[in-house]
């Protein structure tokens, strides 16, 4: 099992652009959060996709918008990239088990480094 | 005030050891309790979680949740190099919808 995986490894944006960036998750799971980890602090979650739909999100504004596609794999956009939008950007995956309090163990991949100049 | 507090470190200690990390939080809606460590360069790996106020142990780590206080820690005992890691609490509210809420991190290193 080759567990989460997310591309590309790294990246380097001028202000301005836009960026994709890439999960596959964990076999056999259903639902892709993804975060925003800054240099020095805790993940902060952006937001969550199951069935192919934004479920829940965070306090990020609309210039962050993703993707769930049929196969459970998810793309993260980000337009207009800002000095600030510098960080980890790392990927969860789950197993839905709705109303029951919690899901499964959230499995996080190793993340995509932005770097915006 | 801020919904999670964690003493970001760093902490240093000698190999063999007992680790305490800490963190306070405010939201009284949490429900469950975990505790991830992150290797430089990796994704978050989850070492433990709780539900209820009282202890868990997983051999060489404890986990203990006070509810009634907001407070939660993580023990490791016999503290190896290869501990040397950050390690974040992280907060679930109940009721479905799995967003971990996060403590900024503690960084520790264990030196032989």
């Known amino acids: 099992d080759a567990g989460v995986t997310q591309s590309p490894t790294h990246l380097i944006k001028t202000r301005g652009q836009q960026v994709t960036l890439r999960c596959s998750p964990k076999s056999g799971h259903d639902t892709v959060s993804w975060y925003q980890q800054a240099l020095g602090q805790g993940p902060q979650f952006i937001f969550q996709y199951y069935e192919e739909e934004e479920r829940q999100r965070g306090n990020f504004p609309d210039r962050f918008s993703g993707h769930q596609f049929p196969n459970y794999s998810s793309e993260l956009n980000v337009n207009a990239l800002l000095l600030g939008d510098s960080a980890l950007y790392l990927c969860?995956?789950?197993?839905?088990?709705w109303g029951t309090g919690l899901t499964d163990t959230q499995y996080f991949g190793p993340g995509t480094r932005l770097t915006v100049l | 005030q801020k919904e999670v507090e964690q003493d970001p470190g760093p902490l240093s200690v000698p190999e063999g050891a007992i680790v305490s990390l800490n963190c306070t939080y405010s939201n009284s809606a949490f429900q469950y309790f975990m505790w991830y460590r992150q290797y430089s360069r990796k994704g978050p790996e989850l070492l433990m979680y709780t539900y209820s106020s009282g202890n868990k142990e997983d051999g060489r780590f404890t986990a203990q949740v006070d509810k009634s206080s907001k407070y939660i820690s993580l023990f490791i005992r016999d503290s190896q190099p290869s501990d040397s890691a950050t390690y974040l609490c992280?907060?679930?509210?109940?009721?479905?919808?799995?967003?971990?809420?996060f403590g900024a991190g503690t960084r520790l290193a264990v030196h032989p």
């Open positions: 969860a995956s789950s197993l839905g088990s």
């Open positions: 992280a907060f679930l509210f109940s009721g479905g919808y799995n967003k971990l809420i």
